[in-house]
């Protein structure tokens, strides 16, 4: 089971245990991460699951859909060269041990 580090905006860590397999948003709220609200259920409709991603992983994600990009400049916190929807990224091995920021919003 990958380990995910939850970097909060208070400066608060979190770290979790993740399924292979789920979104990283349901990771998120399954263990109460402050900052994902993902309130279109993550449909990619709402961009309040917004994260950033260091940039190591990025390329491990494969490409960001179109939709996901325009999506992403309605977060409400700054766009960021590592920002994704946390909805739209299915966790895996390679995300072991993977820090990911959830940004002010
Ligand atoms: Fe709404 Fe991800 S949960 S965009």
Do not use: W
């Not at 960001?64 to 325009?70: A, K, L, P, W």
């Not at 960021?80 to 993977?98: F, H, P, T, Y």
């Amino acid at each position: 089971m990958p380990k995910i580090k939850f970097l909060l905006a208070d400066g608060a860590e979190l770290t979790v245990e993740a399924q292979n397999g789920r979104t990283l948003m349901e990771t998120a709220l399954e263990n109460s991460v402050p900052g994902i609200i993902a309130e279109c259920n993550g449909s990619a409709a709402c961009a309040t699951c917004h994260v950033v991603l260091p940039e190591e992983i990025m390329s491990a994600l494969g490409p960001i859909s179109e939709h996901e990009n325009d999506m992403l400049d309605f977060a409400e916190a700054s766009r960021e060269s590592g920002s994704r929807l946390s909805c739209q990224i299915k966790v895996s091995d390679a995300m072991d041990n993977v820090s990911v920021r959830v940004p002010a919003a």
